[in-house]
């Protein structure tokens, strides 16, 4: 009879308290509740400096999602400039159990016409925020799948006369709770443009497919293709410790020498292709890249059907480029050699070993219309020496045979 009793008792208590939650769950999801929620939630973050604007703000404490209409964030510091980030829509769960372990899974992640502006006006001003506190440790986060459709990216520098634009893309994630990888997929849909002090780079096309391992520590890309009006670009390699990044990347590039030329305003006419086969590897303030530069019919001013050979290597530490072998050869001029420069002041000695390996002086002369037509054939080689990037104190020797 007791032990019925007590029963009871627990009954009617855990029927009480099942009840006054489910009270609360009810009021925690009216629209006065969500409405204090969200008014909560702006002064958290405009104590970060960041002011977060947000239509028909929702939420749900049964599955543990948000979402929004309408929303923009932007700098408290410069509310003058635009919006750092806008979107037509916004929803995203969160996984309750792992939330409870401070692990953050967001599923279903969905980003409507997102919008990214990232704006330096002409006193070197940003409209990033910037928060004053910092947190205790890394962030223990996966996105499980997200999708973003309709995207546009833009980076402005007022100071600087410069653009960056990026009109339409998607991009996609998909984590997997097993390896703890997300796989990222990125791609424009319309061309977009570069622009600086008034010369315009159109970018015709990006696809990159790319993931995150190592707890977000690493990026694995698998391959990060761009096309544009100037160069074919494509992309391997991984980078790692992104906190403190080491590049390994490879890069195969195909340079269109005309539009080139035109875009940084070289004086000489070049023409042709120009293939590019690289490796990138190291800090970003000790990079070393190496290179294997080829073409097999360029035209420089009045020279043509020019092919080029060259072995390259820039140490950015260093502040030195080296030409460990070049060869440019045409119909009536051949020349080779090795070069190792100074890019600074103080970074030692720049030489030059040059090989005339034969100019057909009597097809020079008529193409470049001397008065005088030389009859003959020329070989010869010189070795120049120069400090650092004092060229006035040039010197060397060679010889030429004819």
Known sequence: MRN???????????????????VAIALLQTSTAKRLAFEQVRKILAKQGVILEAVDFDYSLLTFRISTGRASIRSASAPNLPSLFAADHFTAGIALSDLIHSRYRVEDFVITNPKIQIVIDEQGRDNIPSSTTTTGGAIDWLILKMRSTGGSLAFEDRSQNALVRLPLWDLAVDGSRLTG????????RQAGEVRYKGKILTVENIDAQASLKQRNEALDVRRAHLSS???????????????????DLAIVSNIHLKPASQY??????IEGDLNVDASVKGRPKELKAAGHLKSENLT????????LDADVVYDFAGQRARLNSFRARSPDLSVSGAADVALALNAGESSVDVRL???????ISKML????????????NAQLRWPGLDFTRLGG???LQL
């Open 397 to 399: 020797n060679g010889r």
């Open 264 to 269: 940084l305003s070289a004086a000489q006419k």
């Open 229 to 247: 009006s100037v160069a074919d670009v494509e992309i391997r390699g991984t980078v790692e410790n992104l906190n403190d990044p080491r590049l």
């Open 357 to 363: 390996d034969v100019a057909e002086l009597a097809n």
């Open 181 to 188: 990888e997300q796989e990222i997929q990125f791609r424009t």
């Open 4 to 22: 019925r009793l007590v029963l009871r008792v627990i009954v009617v208590v855990a029927g009480v308290i099942g009840l006054l939650l489910g």
């Open 300 to 307: 420089a001013e009045m020279i043509g059907q020019i092919a």
């Open 369 to 380: 219309k001397l008065p005088v037509t030389v009859a003959s054939r020329a070989t010869g």
